[in-house]
């Protein structure tokens, strides 16, 4: 059987990743790890529910309830000395059990970040009124099983792509980057896009921002691949040409890369897509890529002082990524920065996961000993690289949450305020 | 062990240090405790004295190229750098020159140098009287067995017996290693453990519990164990997850960030570039593709076969999987490999890479296959370490040399520090 024959479609690297369970000598060491087992019996662990249980999946029945409660924040993969697939293995088999079972209204909604954004931006201010009222996310709850009390962020009124189509970037002779800026910038945090743009163009560079829309790892973690399947592969496409014209695709959102890079191909099982593969190798976390030319020697090092103190939280997707903490290494050549490191390793959101009515208490449960660090470490700011991460952290803690490079921004003399997002809900 | 010890050294004395690891490394399944060597002819009461012996008479043996000095100072940094380390006064005792005989999960004693304070007072050369006490519905701890076999294996010297009371978690959880050390983070919880202990025990009697005391305050928790107990407390360790072995973990990456060293999990070295003797760049697999780190100096402690850093196949072929290094001490094709019994001595168990007497690795004609790359830990060959009680020692040494050795390379270059790449994969 041909795998280029799209009747005969074989998911080679779907084997690998359902083989690599041979390899777990069941060690324990996801289990030591993984940051929901050990809040909740309802969630038996990474080993049990993946490796172990995967076995009883072979004709691709669904076997486990359990394993709709693992968040899928991919730790276990990481910290696994054998190469197992844990969280990918784990996030197949939820798909299975969701394409058995039905999947409930609220995860074909809240896994539409651009559907959303699109409805809520122009009716911002309705929308996020309604968000922040108390009888009306009760309501939500009851009857679709968003928690009152989750983390929602509030609609910006504007995208970052209207202000894209106006914004010129460079000069013709500028080295180009094409920004691949994610729902969250696009729909909630359009500054942050803005900041972005701003930190590469002080570093000579032109950013290129064609259209683009939702990833779909929203999707992809509520197990409905097919939908996210479509998602991924119109994004690769919309980003394919500027990769074919020799451009790096510099992305805000570690998440949204991760997918870009990595997930969408293994979990999705999309190995064989020419035109995501060419994207995935091109894919640059902004701090990872910014790290890249300080090594080179190309970073501007005009940081003015920046005297506060600061929490940084490295998000599960981030680790997912191998490339260490490149924004701990931006942070120490900004002067005054203090930056104390947290090692807790989950905030508990895992994107939509900690928004669920029935996994709300999980999560916050996931988040406490990170939110107690921040407490102790009494930060004026939190720093973290994904967007929904820093709106769980900002929820439970009270502080501003902001993306690293915002802290760039302001060192760089690009601008006086640090901006967080607004949170709505739970205050 | 061995990758973390080199890159802490190293990153203590200002060179910039990448560990690039591959999984979150297997100290976390090991007992915690840093033996040197518990056999050679026959037990062995002075671990530094037997290795000067041992490197005489076997040249081929790693301790025989790090020399029995450097094992003793190694041991020395390690027990300073724990002392002052973030889970202080936590600490480590005994040393190098010495071995105690602690009791292992199934009652033998078993020879280790360097332990944590918590497990010191199980050291059967003195302990005379032991309650062996258990926690009702915790797996793969039999206080029973234990105390048989410590009487039995103690001879007339120790008398133990074995008890069993209550854990002091909620019946959700399963009273497991890593739960019980987490209950045991909280105040108050040691306190109730004692309060169970305390109509039990004999005054006068050791109180010799599974290894679960904490995994944030274990100083703390024993403590309060023996003050309101009046009896002495020592932690025997557990089959894995192991909690002491994990607080060696943690302490090390903690002390690898404040030395300024970065981690970068979820990357797996694949190869090296640079000329005939030296290296310049290691690949790392990383999500997405290959990402490279220039460098100075390469110390490889990517582990022996256990850990994936050397492979055998099915055609008797080995190979060192990171940077494709010679392997020496292959039987010939068609010779025995293994014994016919587990726990005899194998053919192929002295199998890895061989090194001179700077670390550096040797080629099939027994030349340096590169200048500036160092190898560390399992992947030496010559050692048999499950038979030796000999891991960690080689680990923790090997490593420590590694990085006096650079750092000594690099006092005759210039005043510069080094920038190095430690690659590990399991220590």
């Known amino acids: 059987m041909s795998t280029t024959d799209p009747d005969h479609h074989h998911d080679v690297l779907g084997d690998l990743i359902r083989g690599s369970l041979d390899h777990c000598v069941k060690c324990t060491i996801c289990e030591q790890y993984c940051p929901v087992s050990n809040v909740t019996p309802l969630f038996p662990g990474p080993k049990y529910a993946g490796p172990q249980s995967e076995r009883f999946r072979a004709g691709g029945e669904s076997v486990d309830q359990s394993v709709d409660y693992c968040s899928g924040c991919g730790i276990c993969t990481q910290v696994c000395p054998q190469g197992v697939h844990i969280a990918e293995i784990n996030a197949r088999a939820r798909a299975r059990m969701k394409e058995a079972q039905g999947v409930p209204l609220r995860d074909r909604i809240i896994t539409r970040p651009e559907v959303l954004g699109r409805l809520g931006t122009p009716l911002a201010p309705l929308a996020n009124a309604s968000l922040r009222n108390r009888p009306l996310r009760v309501v939500a709850e009851r009857l679709l099983g968003v928690h009152r009390d989750a983390p929602v962020p509030a609609f910006a009124g504007r995208t970052f792509r209207s202000w894209a189509n106006r914004h010129l970037s460079g000069t013709p002779t500028s080295e180009r980057v094409v920004f691949f800026y994610g729902c969250g910038t696009n729909y909630y945090e359009p500054r942050l896009g803005e900041m972005t743009v701003a930190v590469l163009e002080h570093n000579g560079f032109a950013v290129d921002m064609p259209a683009q829309g939702c990833c779909g790892l929203p999707l992809q973690s509520s197990g409905l691949f097919d939908d996210a399947r479509r998602y991924v592969r119109r994004l690769a496409h919309s980003l394919a040409p500027s990769v074919r014209a020799g451009a790096q695709i510099v992305a805000v959102s570690t998440s949204c890369s991760l997918m870009l890079k990595r997930e969408a191909i293994e979990i999705l099982g999309l190995s064989d897509d020419a035109e995501l593969r060419l994207v995935s190798g091109r894919v640059r976390d902004i701090c990872e890529f910014l790290v890249d030319l300080h090594d080179e020697g190309r970073l501007r090092t005009d940081f003015q002082p920046v005297d506060q103190r600061i929490a940084y939280h490295a998000p599960c997707q981030q680790q997912g990524h191998g490339i260490g903490k490149p924004a701990l290494e931006l942070f120490g050549l900004i002067p005054g920065l203090q930056v104390a490191e947290m090692d807790a390793r989950c905030c508990g959101i895992a994107g939509t996961y900690g928004l669920k009515r029935e996994k709300y208490e999980i999560a916050m449960a996931v988040g406490e000993p990170l939110f107690r660090q921040i407490r102790d470490a009494a930060p004026g700011l939190v720093a973290c690289d994904s967007e929904t991460c820093r709106w769980q952290i900002e929820k439970a803690s009270g502080l501003r949450s902001v993306h690293p490079v915002q802290l760039l921004h302001r060192a760089y003399g690009l601008g006086e305020e640090v901006e967080g997002s607004t949170v709505l809900g739970g205050w | ?427």
């Open chain 2, 1 to 427: 062990m061995s990758g973390l010890a080199a890159g802490i050294r190293l990153a203590e004395e200002g060179a910039a240090v990448v560990v690039s690891a591959n999984g979150a490394g297997s100290l976390q399944l090991a007992p915690g405790t840093i033996d040197l060597l518990g056999y050679a002819s026959g037990l062995v009461a002075d671990p530094i004295h037997e290795i000067t012996m041992l490197a005489e008479r076997d040249p081929g043996h790693p301790y025989a190229q790090i020399g029995a000095e450097n094992v003793a100072a190694a041991a020395r940094w390690l027990s300073a750098r724990i002392a002052d380390g973030p889970l202080s006064p936590y600490r480590y005792v005994g040393k190098a020159e010495e071995n105690m005989l602690l009791p292992t999960a199934l009652g033998v004693p078993r020879p280790s140098s360097l332990v944590p304070e918590t497990m010191a007072a199980g050291d059967l050369r003195s302990a005379s009287r032991i309650a062996v006490v258990g926690f009702r519905g915790m797996k793969d701890f039999h206080p029973s067995l234990i105390a048989d076999n410590l009487t039995r294996a103690s001879g007339d010297g120790v008398a133990a017996r074995s008890l069993q009371i209550d854990p002091p978690t909620d019946l959700s959880r399963e009273p497991g290693t890593l739960n019980l050390a987490r209950m045991l983070d909280r105040p108050g919880t040691a306190a109730a453990v004692a309060a169970r202990l305390a109509p039990v025990v004999h005054e006068g009697e050791l109180i010799a519990l599974p290894a679960v005391l904490s995994t944030a305050d274990p100083h703390g928790a024993w403590e309060t164990l023996q003050r309101l107990t009046g009896c002495p407390v020592c932690e025997i360790p557990t089959l894995p997850p192991s909690v002491p072995g994990l607080r060696l973990f943690n302490t090390l990456r903690t002390l690898l960030a404040q030395a300024g060293g970065r981690l970068i999990t979820g990357a797996r070295v694949v190869g090296v570039r640079g000329g005939p003797e030296h290296v310049d760049l290691v690949r790392v697999q990383v999500s997405g593709g290959e990402r490279s780190y220039g460098c100075r100096w390469v110390v490889l402690a990517t582990g022996g076969v256990a850990s994936g850093g050397l492979e055998l196949d099915s055609n008797w072929q080995m190979r060192e999987t990171a940077l494709g290094l010679h392997v020496a001490g292959l039987p010939e094709p068609g010779a025995p490999r293994f014994s016919s019994r587990y726990l005899d001595a194998h053919p192929i168990g002295r199998a890895g890479i061989a090194v001179d007497r700077d670390l550096r690795p040797l080629d099939q004609d027994g030349r340096r296959r590169w200048e500036n790359v160092l190898v560390a830990g399992a992947a030496l060959a010559g050692a048999e370490p499950w038979r030796e009680k000999s891991g960690e020692g080689i680990a923790l040494s090997s490593g420590y040399r590694a990085a006096e050795l650079i750092l000594e390379a690099d006092r005759h270059v210039a005043g510069t520090p080094a920038a190095s790449t430690v690659a590990e994969t399991v220590a």
